[in-house]
Nanobody
Framework: QVQPVESGGGSVQAGGSLRLSCAAS????????MGWFRQAPGKERKFVAA????????YYADSVKGRFTISRDNAKNTVYLQMNSLKPEDTAVYYC?????????????????WGQGTQVTVSS
């Protein structure tokens, strides 16, 4: 079992950058696939990015491809989301999630453990 805790959210102007961190407690963090999702007000939670347990494979939503980078440091039990060239439409609460199944997934229902979320606000 892991418990993700997000940090690094904040307010930034369009074109700026932020790096989100997700520290996950638990001795088996390195065996979990990890993902980032986001939820804008009044909208459904959507997939942003995912990374396999080893960090060898990454996946991105088309809307963030080329701008966001997911990475992980298993020695620190942490996964990151580097967000560049931010746009107002990136404004949302960002959630970190862990999936124990070794198969990669982009569906929120496939993830087992969730953080509380961190707010990202991008102004124009």
């Amino acid at each position: 079992q892991v418990q993700p805790v997000e940090s690094g959210g904040g307010s930034v102007q369009a074109g700026g950058s932020l790096r989100l961190s997700c520290a996950a407690s638990g001795r088996t963090f390195s065996s979990y696939n990890m993902g980032w999702f986001r939820q804008a007000p009044g909208k459904e939670r959507k997939f942003v990015a995912a990374i396999t347990w080893s960090g060898g494979n990454t996946y991105y939503a088309d809307s963030v491809k080329g701008r966001f980078t997911i990475s992980r440091d298993n020695a620190k039990n942490t996964v990151y989301l580097q967000m560049n060239s931010l746009k107002p439409e990136d404004t949302a609460v960002y959630y970190c999630a862990a999936r124990s199944d070794p198969r990669i997934s982009i569906w929120s229902s496939d993830f087992d453990y969730w953080g509380q979320g961190t707010q990202v606000t991008v102004s124009s």
